[in-house]
């Protein structure tokens, strides 16, 4: 399990804009997956997008396609969500997530399953 920092939640309105970022700095496997799910109270957890460090493979929910964008910096092992057109149901706690096994491009390929780090979370909270 490695160390993650999360940051960039808070309070927008409908239609607004946030980005997280998500920072792993003790990963050391060069093929890893980070990502960001998410969960809203008395629900279960759903992956929200994930980027493989290898290249080529993401990783996007079908309710936040076309507005919701995951990059990293460079090969870096710090990834940015950025969310936009945020609608009141986006409203959860999003939590980063990391993974440098074996099944590191499976786990982006699926955007679920066991990850071996997962951060403290963060809240959004988008009002109407």
Known sequence: Q???EESGGGSVQAGGSM????????VTNVKNCMGWFRQQPGKEREGIAFIYAGGGTKYYADFVTGRFLIRREGTSNTVF???DNLKPEDTAMYY???DEGPLARRLCSLGAGTFGSV???TQVTVSS
């Open 96 to 98: 980063c997530a990391a």
């Open 119 to 121: 951060g403290q979370g």
């Open 81 to 83: 969500l950025q969310m």
């Open 19 to 26: 980005r997280l970022t998500c920072t792993a700095p003790t």
């Open 2 to 4: 490695v160390a993650l």
